[in-house]
């Protein structure tokens, strides 16, 4: 450039500066100045230049200057290379390392604005968006939501027009069901009678205002060759329209951003159906005497475990009696909660069956060893039942973490339970102990995920879950109770899931259950039938009497007739009318089965097909001493 040339193009600078840049030139240095520009129709522009010192053949070459210039806000569409590059290369990539569909979105649009266009949206369809909603389409027109809003300019006005999370049908013979059908960009303009009539079809007024004189350009998400939705993209009326350069880029930039948000959709229809599948296993409710309050927490691990195989139950039994488990399967994920679920089932079976602890934590490990041919998975388990009547409690673990038992009147203690290995391992015998306990006391069961995790001892994580349930426990609330167990374990990144369970144990009122003993023999049968008689008017239920005499007469009967010895007689009231028959044979009472007139002229087994018509449900549990038959009525 001839040195005169630059000169006549510079029309302001502070100091010197084209004085010094002009110098530069002539001694042959390289100089950069700031100084002011003008252009042939009067305008005005602050430059950056920079002169290299030039020698040659051509006469009159000096030097090449390199001119930068600021793009004006209104210009900065113009060059395609720029857009481009903050499109496609410098946001992206860190983008797409989320997998939170709604983040994503958000994430999406702030690299759209302002790089690509001053107001944008993201719309998806529903069935893409809502991870419960099925695959396919359903529904004409098809129902779009608004993922993430975008807009540079502050106007809460964009925010209130276009709120983020509405859903808005898309009907037929607009350019956004046209870009759905099509999986093509559409590019429209928004003239002043176009707002107008889109104002009042959609009942929104200010739509006239911010969309008057506004570019827009659709650009559809296509995977598999259809739609998932589309890119709104708006320029004021203050820039450059889209043109076919902003379309090619706008493509680009789409294809790429569907691959993510497949991905994202993807995992989050995934997880939702892991965590339904989890949650459906789960317990929906407790159940327990009246005198026994059960409250249970279950966390879900942290967002990189989230889901697990840890699971509580609070199972009431008959005779006022109550079953309180909780477990863990080893391991996380779908078959953890898979297995979680099985083990579930068979404990309702097994709680249904009335068997003691340790046996029906041994059949339990029988399960698991048979699902660990095809699965291999191991689950630690703690069992407990707890007789509101006589004030017992049988406790049996399999590779868990030991109970805390808070007495009323003293400290908080781990129990002492003789261990045994864990479910599926299949070495070792599982036993079980049986205590007294204290109307009030806490039993507190848990899994290990409470008091263990990468930065903490487990000792250090029990001696902390006894400081909570320490002096002063006993006054608090069971939910006060959990939340204070809980406390502290929010914040961990690698946190485990949790399941708690909290009882407090009370027996029921001494007034609500009697019991008689009776002597081996038949005079026994008529004198059952008496005291239950008298014990019903008693209790105000006389309307029962005949059924319970009927039930008492036939099972003392058979305790009589293939038992023998003394023989014990108890009525419970609690949440129904329990009538229980204790005797020394281990010997399980059968009913004939077999069809025929053989059945009718039996006499042996009839009285028990009399108990079944009669009782809601009856069965039979084993004891230290023998077995108890019971029957059970509604109140």
């Known amino acids: 450039m001839p040195v005169t040339a630059l000169g006549d193009v510079i029309v302001g600078a502070e100091g010197d500066a084209p004085d010094r840049l002009l110098a530069a030139v002539r001694e042959g240095r390289e100089r950069t ?15 950056v230049v920079t002169v290299h010192p030039m020698s040659g053949d051509l006469p009159g070459l000096a030097a090449l200057a390199v001119i930068r210039v600021p793009v004006p806000v209104a210009d900065r569409y113009l060059d395609p290379a720029v857009v481009r590059r903050a499109l496609l290369e410098d946001a992206l990539p860190r983008i797409g390392a989320t997998l939170d569909l709604d983040q994503l979105a958000r994430g999406l ?13 993201l719309l998806l369809r529903e069935s893409v968006a809502d991870p419960d909603e099925p695959g396919g389409e359903t529904g004409d027109p098809p129902l779009l939501r608004r993922m993430a809003v975008g807009f540079e300019d502050g106007d809460p006005m964009w925010a209130g027009t276009f709120p983020t999370g509405e859903t808005v049908p898309c009907p037929p013979g607009t350019p956004y069901r046209r870009c759905l059908d099509t999986a093509s960009p559409v590019l429209a303009e928004f003239g002043a009678d176009r707002v107008a009539r889109i104002s009042e079809a959609w009942h929104r007024a200010p739509v006239a205002e911010v969309l008057d004189g506004a570019s827009m350009l659709l650009l559809p998400i296509v995977s598999d060759g259809a739609a998932l939705g589309f890119f709104v993209c708006l320029r004021g009326a203050a820039h450059r329209p889209f043109d076919a350069y902003d379309v090619d880029i706008g493509m680009e930039f789409a294809a790429r951003a569907a691959i993510l948000i497949e991905s994202a959709r993807r995992y989050s229809r995934e997880r939702a159906t892991a965590l339904t599948l ?17 409250h249970h927490r279950y966390l879900p691990g942290s967002s990189l475990i989230e889901i697990g195989g840890d699971w509580y139950e609070s199972i009431a039994l008959p005779g006022a009696r109550v079953a309180l ?8 994920g779908v078959r953890a909660a898979v297995t979680m679920g099985r083990l579930r089932t068979a404990l309702h079976t097994l709680a249904g069956l009335d068997l003691p602890p340790a046996e029906a934590l041994e059949r339990l490990d029988s399960l698991m060893g048979s699902l660990g041919e095809r699965e291999p998975h191991f689950a630690t388990c703690a069992y407990a039942v707890y007789d509101a009547v006589t004030g017992r409690c049988e406790v049996a673990s399999a590779g868990h973490l030991p109970p805390l038992l808070v007495p009323p009147g003293g ?10 290995p864990p479910l599926g391992v299949g070495a070792g015998t599982i036993v079980s102990r049986e205590f007294a306990v204290e109307d009030g006391t806490l039993l507190v069961l848990y899994t290990d995920g409470l008091v263990e995790n990468r930065t903490r001892d487990i000792d250090d994580g029990l001696a902390r879950l006894r400081a909570v349930f320490g002096p002063g426990a006993r006054g608090r609330s069971l939910e006060a109770l959990c939340q204070a167990g809980l406390d502290g374990v929010y914040d961990d990144r690698h946190r485990d899931d949790i399941a708690m369970l909290v009882a407090r144990l009370r027996r029921i009122p001494a007034d609500d259950h009697v019991s008689w003993e009776l002597p081996g023999d038949p005079a026994a049968i008529r004198r059952a039938r008496g005291l239950v008689r008298d014990r019903l008017h008693r209790w105000g239920l006389a309307e029962l009497a005949d059924s319970t005499v009927l039930l008492a007469s036939e099972l003392v009967t058979n305790a009589v007739r293939h038992a023998g010895g003394r023989i014990t007689l108890r009525l419970v009231r609690e949440g129904g009318l329990v009538c229980e028959v204790f005797d020394s044979s281990d010997a399980r009472p059968r009913v004939n089965r077999h069809a025929g007139d053989a059945l009718l002229d039996a006499e042996s087994g009839r009285g028990l097909h009399v108990v079944g018509r009669i009782a809601r449900r009856w069965g039979v549990r084993r004891t230290p001493a023998g077995k108890v038959v019971w029957a059970e009525q509604e109140l």
């Open 278 to 294: 989890q949650r459906s296993l789960l317990p929906t409710g407790l159940s327990a005497p009246s005198t026994v309050q059960v």
């Open 109 to 121: 649009m702030d690299v759209v604005v302002p790089h690509f266009c001053t107001v944008g949206g």
């Open 325 to 332: 488990v909780v477990g863990d399967v080893a391991g996380h």
């Open 411 to 420: 400290p908080a203690s781990y129990l002492d339970v003789r261990p045994a």
């Open 33 to 47: 100045a700031m100084v002011v520009l003008g252009t042939a129709d009067g305008a005005r522009h602050d430059a």
